[in-house]
């Protein structure tokens, strides 16, 4: 039996997508299906059959990445709420993407407003790539603030851009720039000892500099869009800590593009607040593989498949 009072619920970001993630929600739960049905019309195409049956090219659009993977996790949390009204987790954060999820599921953002929203990003973070094209790269073995010792040569010896974006877990970083200056940071990465230092398949350089023309469009978007105070703390990728007034919310999403994802300080913020379980809500298992490197102690729960929600509800 899970206690909700000691459970935080996470939700994943861009990189976690698959194609096929919600089907089997959609098949079995109506309110799975009228989640889907709900942002297919709010968008005016069919963002369930790219869900669904891809192609994986046309789901890894970050246009489409970024709305799919919210409705996804939405849709998800939906469903464990109708079969499990008493979940209610103390804490909810998501990664990146991942934390408009965390809005919604917290009451901050309605549906509607965040479907709306992800894919204003989404479309303003790939124009922003089409103009900067940029790379992103993940970093094994090395701690964050080596990875930023790294970044810091890298632009004094080339003068292009390259930060830390993502501080996942100790030992896992990601960095995002410019190609070239991500190149060269593959290269000193692997000379200081790096495990593995390797490009990943995105052509956006998100939490960078080289975002800087998406803002103007998306902080627009925010600032048209109604946000509620949280029924429950919004752990924010910015500062680690939580979000718990329409203000703050906005002054973190203000943020949230150009700046690093915290995500090991999240998590930490969140076990010092008591936290012993962490249910991971959406595509894939990113975020509990993280916490294992994070904190192996706490339990971890992912709720990917209609299968794995089965399991948990028949252990509640």
């Not at 990728?237 to 700046?259: F, G």
């Amino acid at each position: 039996m899970t206690d909700w009072n000691s459970t935080a619920a996470i939700f994943p970001g861009q990189g976690s997508q698959l194609v096929g993630m919600g089907w089997d929600f959609a098949q079995r739960y109506p309110i799975a299906r009228e989640t889907f049905a709900q942002a297919d019309d709010i968008l005016g195409f069919k963002l369930s059959q790219i869900c669904w049956y891809g192609p994986a090219a046309e789901l890894n659009q970050t246009i489409n990445t970024q709305p799919a993977l919210y409705v996804s996790s939405v849709a998800i949390w939906r469903v464990l709420r109708d079969q499990l009204p008493g979940a209610q987790p103390a804490w909810v954060a998501g990664h990146s993407l991942g934390e408009f999820s965390a809005l919604t599921a917290a009451n901050a953002l309605g549906f509607e407003a965040g479907v709306k929203l992800v894919y204003a990003r989404g479309r303003y973070m790939q124009q922003a790539g089409d103009q900067n094209p940029g790379a992103m790269a993940a970093v094994l073995a090395l701690e964050a603030a080596q990875v930023e010792d790294l970044c810091k040569t890298v632009v004094e010896e080339t003068g292009r851009v390259v930060v830390l974006a993502n501080d996942n877990c100790p030992g896992q970083a990601v960095v995002s720039g410019d190609i070239a200056a991500v190149d060269r940071l593959i290269e000193l990465a692997a000379a200081a000892g790096a495990r593995r230092a390797v490009k990943l398949s995105v052509s956006v350089a998100a939490h960078s500099p080289l975002m800087a023309s998406a803002l103007e469009g998306f902080l627009e978007a925010v600032h048209e869009t109604n946000f509620s105070a949280p029924t429950m703390p919004v752990y924010g990728n910015v500062k680690a800590e939580p979000l718990l007034a329409p203000a703050a919310i906005r002054s973190e999403l203000d943020l949230q593009l150009t700046q690093s994802v915290r995500w090991t300080g999240s998590m930490r913020a969140i076990i010092e607040a008591g936290a012993q379980t962490f249910v991971e809500i959406g595509a894939g298992n990113v975020l509990t593989g993280l916490l294992r490197r994070i904190d192996r102690s706490k339990a971890r729960v992912n709720l990917d498949t209609a299968e794995a929600l089965d399991t948990f509800l028949a252990s509640q």
